[in-house]
Nanobody, 115 residues
Framework: QVQVVESGGGLVQPGGSLRLSCVPS????????MGWHRQAPGKQRELVAI???????TYADSVKGRFTISRDIFKNTMSLQMNSLKPEDTAVYYC?????????WGQGTQVTVSS
């Protein structure tokens, strides 16, 4: 059973930055897609950003230009660099790793943007 573990959440002021990391128990290149989703209180879980094995990426409109997703195959880590954070970015952020036939989710890490 593959596990994915997130880290890097916390409390940050508006305009600040955070970097989230996700480390899967399998090799990163075994996943077709890896990404970040988030869920704010009372809202549906939504896609934030994904990175595909071919190197292409997709971002939600709300984070374009502020967030950057990346994979480091040597460190076997996927990261999300979040800059210019806004209060509306407050949510639990989940790492997702997808193979041809399975989805794997982490437990989530809380990101709170507040002054």
């Amino acid at each position: 059973q593959v596990q994915v573990v997130e880290s890097g959440g916390g409390l940050v002021q508006p305009g600040g930055s955070l970097r989230l990391s996700c480390v899967p128990s399998a090799r990163i290149f075994s996943f077709e897609v890896m990404g970040w989703h988030r869920q704010a209180p009372g809202k549906q879980r939504e896609l934030v950003a994904i990175t595909r094995r071919d190197g292409t990426t997709t971002y939600a409109d709300s984070v374009k230009g502020r967030f950057t997703i990346s994979r480091d195959i040597f460190k076997n880590t996927m990261s999300l660099q979040m800059n210019s954070l806004k209060p509306e970015d407050t949510a639990v952020y989940y790492c997702n790793a997808r193979t041809m036939d399975r989805d794997y989710w982490g437990q989530g890490t809380q990101v709170t943007v507040s002054s």
